[in-house]
């Protein structure tokens, strides 16, 4: 057990979804990534019981960004986890509310720190469990109906590797690292943050309302999962084979899927995806639950800097905001940086 002046550290990661958007709670296939961009939660026992939480920024990207903190210990209480009274500090470099999962990352952050308080393993059975009670905590107590992908994604990703992730079985999602040899192979991926910002807890619509079409089975919106599974079950046998051009038509054709019949795009996205692809990139599209945040490029890594000053040209052609720009890599999940035991 951890002293009372001790404090334990963890980080969780971001992700970026490579392909596979909108399919894991339509019991469908999904492909993401951990990135370096993150959430660190620094956690010391209280001796009153209370649970005391400061940020320097509001790192879910919501003004009740508490609400996300509270959730997961309430969850694993729930669960019989005897958690006691905590400070806890957050710090992140994620883009709030910008489709890279933020709001999963202070989850996962907090539920790592707690685990390493009270002395949980953090085996791939206890990382399961840490991420369906994260789950929960965003679907429960924020009201983001959330299908699992962002959590799972935290939690068991790993470097060099994306996350195959079959939703199948919703309560057992089947999960296989996949190799992603991107860099080894001259290439780069590149986000570009729209600063077009979304809240999957919004109750008015977007990510809500498409749960309910695809429930009803709206045939457009059916379509869009259908097609995106076949995309996904292709990608991997593409990154398999380093088919590297056959990957980013996949990742375009994804994208327009999710613009014509999921409609989850927005002007800012198109404009960044088509000014992409004009530049050289390989693929392109929107990735997260879409009404905003960010685009994935599969890019020759000597071509990164024509595609991004390329899309920075066609935002300010429409005078909007410049986005920002992240290369990425798969990353490392959650891990416990010190303290612990």
């Known amino acids: ?33 951990a990135i370096d961009l993150a959430t660190t939660a620094t956690v010391r026992r209280r001796s009153d019981g209370r649970i005391r939480t400061t940020s320097r920024e509001a790192v879910a990207g919501d003004r009740h960004w508490q609400e996300y903190v509270v959730g997961v210990v309430a969850q694993l209480r729930r669960i019989g986890w005897e958690v006691p009274g905590l400070d806890i500090d957050l710090v992140s470099t994620l883009p709030l509310g910008g489709g890279l999962s933020s709001s ?41 109906p959330t299908g699992g992908m962002d959590q799972l994604a935290a939690m068991l990703c790993s470097p060099g590797h994306a996350l195959l992730i079959d939703f199948a079985d919703p309560g057992c999602p089947a999960t296989t690292p996949v190799p992603l040899p991107i860099a080894a192979d001259g290439l780069s991926l590149l986000v570009s943050d729209s600063r077009v910002r979304h809240a999957l807890a919004d109750g008015d619509g977007g990510y809500a309302q498409r749960r309910r079409e695809c429930a009803a089975g709206d045939p457009r919106r059916r379509r869009h999962v259908a097609t995106e599974n076949a995309r996904v079950r292709a990608a991997v046998d593409a990154i398999g084979d380093r088919d590297w051009p056959r990957l980013g038509e996949l990742m375009t054709a994804s994208h327009v899927s999710l613009r014509d019949d999921y409609e989850v795009s927005v002007p800012q996205l198109d404009r960044a995806v088509d000014a992409a692809l004009a530049a050289g990139a390989l693929g392109a599209r929107l990735t997260g639950g879409g009404f905003g945040g960010c685009t994935i490029a599969l890019v020759a890594a000597d071509r990164v800097g024509a595609v991004r000053e390329a899309v920075d040209a066609a935002y300010a052609e429409r005078r909007w905001a410049s986005p920002r720009h992240h290369v990425v890599a798969p990353g490392p999940g959650a891990q416990v940086l010190r303290g612990g035991g």
């Open 104 to 144: 999963a990352a202070l989850e996962c952050a907090v539920a790592t720190a707690i685990a390493g308080v009270v002395g949980a393993p953090l085996d791939e059975s206890g990382r399961r469990v840490l991420a369906e009670a994260c789950r929960r905590a965003e679907t429960d107590h924020v009201g983001a």
């Open 1 to 33: 057990m951890t002293s009372p002046s001790a404090p334990v550290v963890a980080r969780a990661p971001g992700r970026v979804n490579l392909i596979g958007e909108h399919t894991d709670y339509n019991g469908g296939l999904c492909l993401p990534f």
